[in-house]
C-alpha cells in the first residue's frame, strides 16, 4: 500500500513538473553584495580610562576597559558574518588596517604640523561611506561602542563583562540606513572577547532576519 501511494506521489510530480505553470520553482540564490565593515567608535570613557575602582564594601568592585574595543569587536563581526551570511562578502580585515593606515599617513603629509591624535581625528570625521564607495563595497557596517568593561567585586571575586553598542549597516551609494540596532549585552564569568563573541552573534542573527532575509 505504502509503496503504491508512493508511485502515485511521484507521477504526479512527474505531470506537474510537465505543465506550464505547475513547475516546482527552485529557490533563487541570493545576489552576493560586499561589505565594509569599519572599526567602532568608542566612548570617551572607554577610550580613557582603562582601570576604575567603583563602589565600596562588599560592593566594590574593578572595571577593566579596553581603548582598543572598537577595532576588536568589528574583527570579531566579521568572523560572525563569514560564518553566518554567505552571500554578504566583508571586506578583509587585513586589508582595511593597510588601507586606513595608508589614509593616515597620507593625511599626516597634508597636515604635517599636527600630531597623532589630530590626524586620527581627521580620519575619524571621513564618512563611512566614502571609505566604502572607494573600496568599492555596496554595503558599510559602523557604529559605537558606548559601554564596554570587565567588573571584578573585590569582595567575593565573581566578575561579568558587558557591551552596549550601536551598530548601523548603510547603503555605501546613497547614504541610506538600512538597519540600526543598538544592544546591550553582558554575561557573568566571561571576559570582554567572550562577550563581544555572545553580542556579535547575535547581532548577526537579528541582521539576517530582519534585513538580508527579507
Known sequence: MTKSITRLVLSLLAIMALIPGCR?????????????????????????QPKELKGWWSGSRDIYRNANAG????????????????????????????????????????????????????????????????????????????????????????WSSII?????????DSGKALWTKNLRFRKKFRSQYSTMEKASNRLIKLMKKEYFDK
Open 24 to 48: 516546482i520553482k527552485q529557490p533563487a540564490e541570493k545576489l552576493q553584495v560586499k561589505l565594509l565593515v569599519m572599526d567602532f567608535d568608542i566612548s570617551d570613557e572607554v577610550a580613557s
Open 71 to 158: 577595532e576588536i569587536f568589528a574583527d570579531v563581526l566579521v568572523k560572525q558574518f563569514d560564518k553566518k551570511i554567505p552571500h554578504v562578502l566583508v571586506y578583509s580585515r587585513t586589508d582595511w588596517k593597510y588601507y586606513a593606515a595608508d589614509k593616515k599617513n597620507r593625511l599626516k603629509k597634508t597636515f604635517s604640523d599636527q600630531n597623532d591624535k589630530a590626524i586620527a581625528q581627521l580620519f575619524s570625521a571621513i564618512p563611512a561611506t566614502d571609505f566604502a564607495k572607494d573600496l568599492q563595497q555596496d554595503l558599510v557596517l559602523f557604529g559605537k561602542i558606548k559601554m564596554c568593561h570587565t567588573s571584578h567585586n573585590r569582595t567575593f571575586h565573581w
Open 164 to 172: 552596549d553598542v550601536e551598530v548601523i549597516l548603510m547603503d555605501a
